[in-house]
C-alpha cells in the first residue's frame, strides 16, 4: 500500500512539475499572506525576476529602515506590504547570532513600549499607513534573542491580522482602519521565552495557538467581528509552532505539533488524530505540507531524537498506538534524527532539505525518508533561525549574520554563493510577484533581479 502510494505521489509529482514548467511566469505567485506564504512551505514558481545575487546595494529595488525590534516576517498582499515592529524608548538587551541554552533574559523589557503595525508600498517602499496597536510597558519576559513582536501577521485579502501574543489580537482593514481587537491575558512560558506562534486564517476563521505553563489553547476567532468561535484546550507547555490549514482530498485540518503529542483538528476545534511522536523537548518548527502528505518535525539541538513525521491523509485517533511508528497505515515514514530546532523545513521537488541551527544542512527523500546525504557545513560557518526558501532550482538559507547561501537543488550538496546583508537577520523573508523581501535588524529589503525587471 505504501508503495503504491509512493508511486502515485511520484507521478502525480512529475506532471506537477511539467506544469509548472509550461506556465511558470503565469504561475509565479502575487501574494504572501501569512508565515512562509500560502501553503506555508515556502517555495514559489520559478521566476526570472526573483534574485540569486543580491548585497545591500545590488539588485536592491528598495529599503526603508523599520524602527523597534521585530522578528516576525513581512507579508505581501495587493501591492502592499506589511510587517510589525515593538519601539522601546528605553535600551534593552540587544539579540545577538548563537545558540541560547537554558535561561535568558528573566525580566520584562524596561520602559514604555509601542507595538506598531507598516504597510508599505509594494513597488516604492513608501509607508502608505502606520498603526499603534498597543502602548505600555511589558508584563512578561522574552527570550533574549526574541522580540515582542514575534509574531508573523496574516491578510485573507480584505483584512490584515496582527497577533501580539502576549498582549492581543488586532484586526485592520487594507487602508489601515482598525476594525476590532481582543485582548490576550499572558502567561508564563518556558524559561520566560515568550509566545511565538503566528496566526493563520481560514475562509471566516482566524486560528491562534498559545502553548504555555499554565493554561494553553487553540482558538479559532470570527474574521469580521473578532469574536470567539470556539476554543480548545491542549495539555502542552513548550511548544512555538505555527499551526498549519492542511486542505487534503479527504478534508480540511488543522494541525498542531506538541511536545507531549501531534494533533490535529477539525474546524470546529474538536480532536481528529493524535499521537506521542516522542518528540524534542522544544518544538518551534512548523508543519508543511507536499506529495499529499503533511510533514511534522522536531529538533531540540540537546535532545537525541529529533523526528521527522511524513503523515498521509485520513487518519483518526492514535496514529501510533501501537508505539511503532513505521507500522501504522497514516505514518508514510519516519526518520528519528532529521529535524531542526528552530528553522523549519522545506520540500523541493522529491527532496527535503533540512537546515540546523549550527551551520549544517541534510537531505533526504520526501516520499521515503531515505538519506539523500547527511549532515553538510555551511561555508563560511553560519548559525540560522530564519527558515529556507526556494525558487529557480535553488533553495535559499538565511543565517543570522546577514549571509544568504544559495545552494543547488538535487542530491548533492553544493553553494553556489553567498549573498551579505551584513546585519542580523532572524526573520523569515516573503516572496511575491517577483520580489524578494528580507527584514534584517533595522531595515526591509525589497529584492529583484534588476536585469528582468519590466
Same mark, same amino acid.
Given at each position: ?37 500560502? *501553503? ?39 501591492? $502592499? ?56 510597558? #511589558? ?13 508573523? #501577521? ?95 482530498? /479527504? ?16 474546524? *470546529? ?9 516522542? /518528540? ?96 553538510? $557545513? ?60 528580507? $527584514? ?15
Amino acid at each position: 500500500m505504501k508503495l503504491f502510494y509512493r508511486l502515485c505521489c511520484a507521478s502525480f509529482c512529475i506532471q506537477l512539475v511539467f506544469s509548472f514548467a509550461a506556465n511558470a511566469q503565469e504561475e509565479a505567485q502575487k501574494n504572501w499572506p501569512r508565515f512562509r506564504g500560502s *501553503d506555508g512551505n515556502g517555495v514559489v514558481a520559478d521566476d526570472p525576476r526573483l534574485p540569486d545575487q543580491w548585497s545591500t546595494k545590488d539588485n536592491v529595488a528598495w529599503n526603508v529602515d523599520i524602527p523597534g525590534s521585530g522578528c516576525s516576517s513581512p507579508i505581501v498582499w495587493g501591492g $502592499r506590504v506589511f510587517v510589525t515592529s515593538v519601539i522601546s524608548e528605553e535600551k534593552n538587551v540587544e539579540p545577538k547570532p548563537g545558540l541560547y541554552q537554558g535561561m535568558g533574559v528573566r525580566d520584562p523589557a524596561k520602559g514604555i513600549h509601542h507595538w506598531m503595525v507598516y504597510c508599505f508600498d509594494f513597488n516604492t517602499g513608501k509607508e502608505i499607513w502606520k498603526h499603534e496597536s498597543h502602548t505600555g510597558q #511589558p508584563t512578561i519576559p522574552r527570550h533574549p534573542k526574541s522580540s515582542y513582536a514575534a509574531e508573523t #501577521p496574516t491578510t485573507d485579502g480584505e483584512r490584515v491580522y496582527v497577533l501580539f501574543g502576549d498582549v492581543g489580537l488586532y484586526c485592520y482593514d487594507l487602508e489601515g482602519e482598525q476594525l476590532w481587537s481582543r485582548p490576550i491575558n499572558a502567561k508564563r512560558t518556558f524559561f520566560d521565552y515568550g509566545a511565538a506562534s503566528s496566526p493563520v486564517v481560514h475562509e471566516n476563521q482566524l486560528f491562534v495557538v498559545y502553548d504555555n505553563l499554565e493554561q494553553s489553547w487553540i482558538a479559532s476567532f470570527d474574521t469580521k467581528t473578532g469574536d470567539e468561535n470556539w476554543r480548545t484546550e491542549r495539555e502542552e507547555s513548550k511548544s512555538w509552532a505555527t499551526p498549519l490549514v492542511w486542505k487534503n482530498d /479527504m478534508r480540511t485540518e488543522i494541525v498542531v505539533p506538541g511536545v507531549s503529542e501531534n494533533r490535529s483538528y477539525d474546524l *470546529d476545534g474538536k480532536l481528529l488524530w493524535h499521537f506521542k511522536g516522542r /518528540m524534542s523537548s522544544l518544538v518551534i518548527p512548523s508543519p508543511l505540507v507536499a506529495h499529499g502528505m503533511c510533514y511534522v518535525g522536531s529538533g531540540y539541538v540537546g535532545d537525541g531524537h529529533r523526528p521527522t513525521f511524513a503523515i498521509r491523509p485520513g487518519g483518526s485517533g492514535d496514529l501510533a498506538e501501537n508505539k511503532n511508528f513505521a507500522e501504522n497505515e497514516f505514518i508514510e515514514w519516519y526518520q528519528p534524527q532529521g529535524s531542526p530546532y528552530n528553522t523549519s523545513q522545506i520540500i523541493y521537488g522529491d527532496y527535503l532539505y533540512t537546515v540546523h541551527d549550527r551551520g549544517f544542512m541534510t537531505c533526504h527523500n520526501a516520499l521515503t525518508g531515505e538519506e539523500v546525504y547527511g549532515k553538510q $557545513r555551511v561555508t563560511p560557518p553560519g548559525s540560522f533561525t530564519a527558515s529556507p526558501w526556494a525558487y529557480n532550482g535553488k533553495i535559499y538559507c538565511l543565517s543570522e549574520s546577514g549571509l544568504t547561501y544559495v545552494v543547488e537543488q538535487g542530491p548533492e550538496f553544493k553553494i553556489q554563493r553567498t549573498n551579505d546583508l551584513a546585519e542580523f537577520c532572524m526573520s523569515t523573508p516573503a516572496i511575491a510577484d517577483g520580489r524578494l523581501f528580507v $527584514r534584517s535588524k533595522s531595515k526591509l529589503y525589497c529584492l529583484t533581479n534588476r536585469g528582468e525587471e519590466k
